[in-house]
C-alpha cells in the first residue's frame, strides 16, 4: 500500500529532514512510525498525504507515485486516506454529524448516502449519542473520537494518525489504540506516528523506528 | 437534491456565516467600496447627462461649398444628391448667387454691390449642416474631400462647438477614464487585503479542507460567494450614492438652467451607469477575492 523507494527530502537546499529512507506496508497492515521530535515523523506523513514531494526517490500509495499528482489528481487521492490528528481539528460551528460528515460532503456522496455512513461512523466509536452535540461540549477523548470518526467515515483504504494519543490519558489511549486495531482487522491500512513507548509497546504491530531523517530499525516490536 | 446546488447552499451559507462574524468590519467595507465606487458613477451621470443635454447646434458644424461658376445644374443636382445621401448630413440648401448677392447687399454698408446684379462676381453655394459622431479627424476628411471635388471652388467649414472644444473634452475624458481606473484598482486592492486575510484567519480550516480532499475550487467556493455579496452591497450602496447626489446636484442645478432650457429643469438618470457600476462591482470584489485566495491557497500548499 506505502512504499519509499530511496526517498529523501531537504528543506532550502541544506536541512535534510529525511535521508534515504526505504520501507513498504501492505494493504490491512498497521505499523507504528516512532522517533523523537524533529526525527521526520511528520516529515514522512506529509509525504504521504502529498503535502510535500520528495527531493529524490519515489513514494507510491496504492501504486501510484505521489510525485506524479497535482491539483485535483492530488485532492482525489486524499479522499481516498484517513487522517486523525493530535488536536483532532473539528469544526466548532459544525455538529458531530456535520464535522463527521465533512469528508463525504467535501467527496460528493449522495445525500441519502450520507446519513447511513455518518451513523456507522459515529457508532463505530460508540458517539451514536453525541450526533447534535457541538465539539466543544465534548471532552478530549470523546473529540477525538469524532476525529476518528471522520477519518473513517468515507472508509479510506489507508488511515494515517499523527500522535493520535497525544492528548489522551493511558486509559483512553489504549481505546484509541483498540479502534485503530479493529480497522486494521477489517482490512484499513494503518500508519500511526507516535513517540508513546508505551502505546508502542502495548501492540504486536511493526515499528519504523526513524532518526535525525534515518530509519534506523524496522521491525515487530519484540525486536525492538 | 443535487450534490452541485448543495455544495454551492453550503458555500453561501458559509459566506453567509463567515460575513456575520464580521459584521462591522463588513458593513464599513461595503460603504466604503460603495462610496468608491459612486466617484466614477457620478462623474459619468454628470458626462452623459450634460452630453443629453447639449443643443443640436452644438454639435452640429456648417460648411458652405462654393460651386464652380462653370457648372451646369445637372453636375450640381448630381452633387446635391449626393450630398443628401450621405447619413451625416441633416441639412442642404442650395443658395443661388443671386440670392447671395441679394443677402450681402441688404447687410449694412454693402448697398453699392446690388448694383452688380447683371455682373454677379459670387458663385453658387451649398449651404452644408452636418453632424459626425466621431472625432474632429473625421470632419476634416470630409471637409478635404468636398474641397478636392472638381465641382467645388472653395468651401468655408464652421466647425460646431463639440469640435472647436473637443480636445478639452477629450482631456476630461481621459482624466475621468483615469480616476475611474484608480478607482477599481481601490476596490480590488481593498476586496484584495480583506480576503486575503480571511483566508490567513482560516488557515486552519483551510488545511483541514485539503486534508479531507477538498480541491481548491471547493475551498474557494465560500470566499467568493462573500466577495460577491460584498460587491452586490457595494454596488447598491454606490447606485444609492449617484442617485441622491444626482436628485441634490440636479436640483440645484436646475434653478439656473431651467431658464436656459426647458429640458434642463433635471437630469434624468441613466440606467445604464447604474447597471455598470453595481457590474463593476461584483466583478472587482470576485476577482480581487479570487486572486487573493488563490495567491494564499498557493502559499498555504
Known amino acids: ?82 487522517v486523525v490528528f493530535q488536536d483532532p481539528n473539528l469544526e466548532d460551528d459544525l455538529s458531530v454529524y456535520d464535522n463527521v460528515a465533512l469528508p ?42 469524532v476525529g476518528i470518526a471522520r477519518a473513517i467515515v468515507h472508509r479510506p483504504a489507508l488511515l494515517v494518525a499523527d500522535e493520535p494519543t497525544g492528548n489522551l490519558d493511558p486509559e483512553l489511549s489504549a481505546r484509541v489504540m483498540r479502534m485503530f486495531t479493529q480497522f486494521q482487522q477489517l482490512g484499513v491500512t494503518i500508519l500511526v506516528a507516535t513517540h508513546e513507548r508505551a502505546v508502542v509497546e502495548s501492540l504486536p504491530f511493526r515499528r519504523l523506528v526513524i532518526e535525525r531523517g534515518s530509519l534506523v530499525s524496522d521491525g515487530m516490536g519484540a525486536n525492538r | 437534491m443535487n450534490r452541485w446546488i448543495l455544495d454551492h447552499t453550503q458555500a453561501i451559507a458559509d459566506a453567509w456565516k463567515r460575513t456575520s462574524d464580521r459584521f462591522t468590519q463588513f458593513i464599513v467595507l461595503v460603504c466604503l467600496l460603495g462610496i468608491l465606487l459612486a466617484i466614477p458613477g457620478w462623474l459619468a451621470q454628470i458626462w452623459i447627462g450634460m452630453a443629453s443635454l447639449v443643443p443640436k447646434d452644438a454639435v452640429r458644424s456648417e460648411a458652405i461649398v462654393f460651386l464652380k461658376k462653370d457648372l451646369d445644374v445637372e453636375a450640381r443636382i448630381d452633387l446635391e444628391r449626393l450630398l443628401s445621401e450621405m447619413p451625416w448630413v441633416d441639412e442642404i440648401m442650395f443658395v443661388p448667387r443671386s440670392a447671395a448677392l441679394e443677402q450681402l447687399s441688404s447687410q449694412d454698408g454693402l448697398e453699392s454691390i446690388a448694383e452688380l446684379k447683371n455682373n454677379n462676381p459670387l458663385p453658387d453655394a451649398l449651404r452644408l449642416k452636418f453632424t459626425m459622431h466621431g472625432v474632429e479627424a473625421s470632419e476634416n476628411e470630409i471637409i478635404e474631400k468636398l474641397t478636392s471635388d472638381r465641382r467645388v471652388l472653395s468651401l468655408r467649414y464652421y466647425p460646431s462647438t463639440r469640435i472647436q472644444y473637443a480636445s478639452l473634452v477629450e482631456m476630461l475624458g481621459f482624466l475621468g477614464v483615469g480616476l475611474s481606473l484608480l478607482t477599481i484598482i481601490g476596490v480590488l486592492m481593498a476586496v484584495f487585503l480583506v480576503a486575503a486575510a480571511d483566508v ?13 480532499g477538498a480541491s481548491r475550487r471547493f475551498i474557494k467556493r465560500p470566499y467568493l460567494y462573500r466577495a460577491t455579496i460584498l460587491g452586490v452591497l457595494a454596488g447598491l450602496i454606490a447606485c444609492l450614492v449617484i442617485t441622491l447626489l444626482n436628485e441634490v446636484l440636479s436640483s440645484v442645478l436646475a434653478l439656473s438652467l431651467k431658464a436656459i432650457d426647458t429640458r434642463l429643469s433635471n437630469f434624468p438618470m441613466d440606467g445604464r451607469i447604474l447597471i455598470g457600476v453595481a457590474s463593476i462591482a461584483v466583478f472587482t470584489s470576485w476577482v480581487g477575492a479570487e486572486r487573493a485566495v488563490s495567491r494564499r491557497l498557493k502559499a498555504l500548499h
Open chain 2, 200 to 212: 490567513v484567519d482560516d488557515r486552519r480550516r483551510i488545511e483541514l479542507y485539503t486534508l479531507l
Open chain 1, 104 to 145: 463525504l460532503r467535501i467527496s460528493g456522496f449522495s445525500e441519502s448516502e450520507i446519513p447511513k455512513r455518518v451513523k456507522a461512523a459515529l457508532s463505530r466509536v460508540d458517539l451514536s449519542d453525541q450526533a447534535k452535540a457541538r465539539p466543544r461540549v465534548l471532552s478530549g477523548g470523546q473529540q477525538q473520537r
Open chain 1, 1 to 82: 500500500m506505502i512504499e519509499f523507494e530511496s526517498v529523501a527530502k531537504v528543506f532550502d537546499g541544506q536541512r535534510e529532514a529525511l535521508s534515504n529512507v526505504n520501507f513498504r506496508l501492505a494493504p490491512g497492515e498497521m505499523a507504528f512510525l516512532t522517533g523523537h521530535s524533529g526525527a521526520g515523523k511528520s516529515t514522512l506523513l506529509r509525504l504521504i498525504l502529498g503535502f510535500e514531494t520528495a527531493s529524490s526517490g519515489v513514494v507510491r500509495v496504492a501504486g501510484t507515485d505521489l510525485s506524479t499528482l497535482s491539483g485535483e489528481k492530488l485532492a482525489r487521492y486524499r479522499r481516498r486516506v484517513g
